[in-house]
């Protein structure tokens, strides 16, 4: 059915205004929310937005990232489009809460059902440590974000976009299907190259060098089944941030990682500037830094490559130096230039 012209169906502009009206009032929604007072001595709640397409192996990394000993108290709101939600179900719900956000794609039900199971969350007498949203296959994630950076209670963590070695090249020829991935990888921090224990070797190279040549700022990753460590995808626990050099274990031929310490504070001109162009391989940067424009106090850093915050660290604690996690792949990352380029930006 078409308009009186003929120019395309009925209703298009009215389901416009309400899209914007909805995104409007989502986001009046979002700047109301505030982390209940017992949370906000730990800061702001972190917040990883996990897209990908349909069965690009999402609910497989969350599981994995579930399974894994990092010793956070980790919320997982899962959206499943359609009337049942599958993915919730096939959550491991011992290690998290499982929140289902059914009928319909997250992007589509800001106002009911996202906002409310973040109030929720946010809320409660003992916050999570992190927030990980697994959107539906189709969704935008651009609402989302939206929706976070507008929320006082979250700080985006980062973006990361799942991606299927064996079919993606294929999905990217469906003219209905392109555009919405493109967005979603478009958005990401972090393009994960998965199920390559089952793609061909010519297509995981076709996978990664559109990647590349699309978004080249963003970081690739290749595994199967989904398993990258915690400490790359939501962060590196607090308590444990500082202990070792090296990953082991499953992870130690893949990452490695240095630590970074200074007692000197850090120039904030050419700190800002390595966080703009950090070396090769690195997938993650985190600590607590001394800068020399507030050299009494130190801030939280968090870099996921293409975004990075510095933020002062609530309540402030007693620190004797900054300690600075850089974490990249083994076969590109040098801790060494990592551990002198860090060096280059202190205030002699």
Known sequence: MTDKDGKGPVGTDRDTMMDAWQMLMSLQQAGNLRPNPA??????????????????????LVNSLLNEQHGMRIAVIVNDFGSVNIDADLI??????????????????????????ISDLVGRETPPDHIILEASGIAEPYAVIQVVLANPALRLNGIVCVTDAERLMDDLATSEVEPVIRRQAKASDLIIVNKTDVASPENTARLRAWITEFHPKARILQTS???????IVVGIPVAAAFQAD????????????????????????????????????????????RMASKP??????????????????E????????????????????PEVARRAFAACEVA
């Not at 089944?225 to 400490?231: E, F, S």
């Not at 009494?296 to 660290?313: K, N, P």
């Open 225 to 231: 089944h989904g398993k990258v460590p915690a400490a």
């Open 315 to 334: 309540p402030p604690k007693a620190r004797s130096r900054s300690e600075i996690v850089v974490i990249g792949l083994r076969s590109e990352f040098d």
């Open 92 to 117: 491991e719900k011992s290690s998290s809460d499982s929140i289902s956000l059914a009928n319909g794609c997250v992007c589509c039900t800001l106002t009911n059902g996202l906002m409310g199971t």
């Open 246 to 289: 090296d990953f082991t274990g499953q992870h130690s031929d893949v990452f490695a990682s240095v630590t970074v310490t200074s007692r000197r504070p850090y120039d904030d001109r050419r700190l800002r500037a390595l966080l703009d162009n950090l070396p090769p391989g690195v997938l993650r940067v985190k600590g607590f830094v």
């Open 296 to 313: 009494e106090d130190h801030s939280v850093l968090q870099s996921t490559v293409t975004r990075w915050t510095i933020d002062a660290e």
């Open 39 to 60: 949370g906000l001595g730990r800061g702001v709640i972190s917040f990883t937005l996990i897209t990908g397409f349909l069965g690009s192996g999402k609910t497989t």
